[in-house]
């Protein structure tokens, strides 16, 4: 019973944040949306407004990810023992991902509310928390360090680590326009020398995930949003634009080379041989 209310509290609050928003996006909330906040303290270091779409792909991989803990559940339906074994690796995922999970449904949905009603500062300790949250995840699954199989690497890693990658960037970008929100501009720098700084940084906590977490994926998710950034400045920053252009590049190609260094345990030979 204890792991259906956990199976059943990842899809409730799933589809609580979910309809949050989409909800905040409507003008719902007073008639205002996360995009027009987002204008009000916008900085360079914000990705082009397609980048965004990628929400769509994270909601729908969450929702892979609560829907293959429903089909472990009814797999084992009737057999109390696989419940009680913690060395199943199918129910021991539930119990791993279950808590932080939540955790991170709930602080992104606090956050639509936080920064829908311009409480940057607070929207930023949020943020951080839905960081801490799938930090926690990450570290609670082992994840990509050590040899799943495919249903494991396509239903549980891969919704992980693409969060996490969005967030990494998202959580920088609500640092810099809380600093706008105070009315600072980066003195003694300019706005452009911290955003090229704030690149640099982020791209070498991608390529650390890349090295110590084999977190090829995180990083492509920081490809993303980079080359959305250097999209977005191009005509406006060149020198941003260009910064972010190289390093989305960098990233590409350590996680092609990573791959290639790894290819014997890559998911799609593990399914051709059917390991699955």
Not at 2 to 9: A, D, E, P, R, S
Not at 127 to 144: A, D, G, V
Request: charged share 10%.
């Amino acid at each position: 019973m204890k792991t259906k209310l956990l199976v059943l509290f990842n899809t409730l609050t799933l589809i609580f944040t979910v309809f949050l928003n989409y909800l905040s996006n409507t003008g719902f909330f007073g008639g205002k949306t996360i995009g027009e906040i987002s204008k009000k303290y916008e900085t360079l270091f914000v990705p082009a407004s397609y980048a965004f779409s990628i929400w769509g792909l994270i909601f729908l991989m969450l929702f892979a990810f609560v829907g293959f803990q429903w089909y472990v559940l009814y797999k084992f339906k009737g057999s109390k023992s696989d419940y009680d074994n913690s060395n199943n690796i199918f129910i021991k995922t539930i119990h791993e991902t279950s808590f932080w999970l939540i955790v991170a449904n709930l602080c992104n949905a606090a956050w639509v509310y936080v920064w829908l009603n311009e409480y940057v500062a607070l929207s930023v300790m949020v943020m951080f928390f839905l960081l801490l949250s799938l930090i926690q995840l990450t570290k609670n699954l082992r994840l990509e360090i050590w040899d799943a199989p495919v249903r494991i690497i396509a239903f549980v890693w891969w919704p992980i680590v693409t969060y996490l990658g969005w967030i990494m960037v998202a959580s920088i970008a609500n640092v810099s326009s809380f600093f706008v929100s105070i009315g600072w501009q980066g003195e003694p720098l300019f706005a452009s020398t911290w955003t090229v700084l704030m690149i640099i940084a982020a791209t070498g906590l991608y390529l650390f995930l890349i090295a110590k977490r084999n977190l090829r994926e995180t990083a492509m998710v920081g490809v993303w949003a980079l080359g959305a950034i250097a999209y977005r400045q191009w005509n406006f920053e060149p020198s941003i634009a260009y910064v972010a252009l190289i390093s989305a590049i960098i990233l590409f190609l350590a996680s092609s080379y990573h791959g290639y260094l790894n290819q014997k345990t890559s998911p799609f030979l593990k399914w051709k041989r059917g390991e699955i």
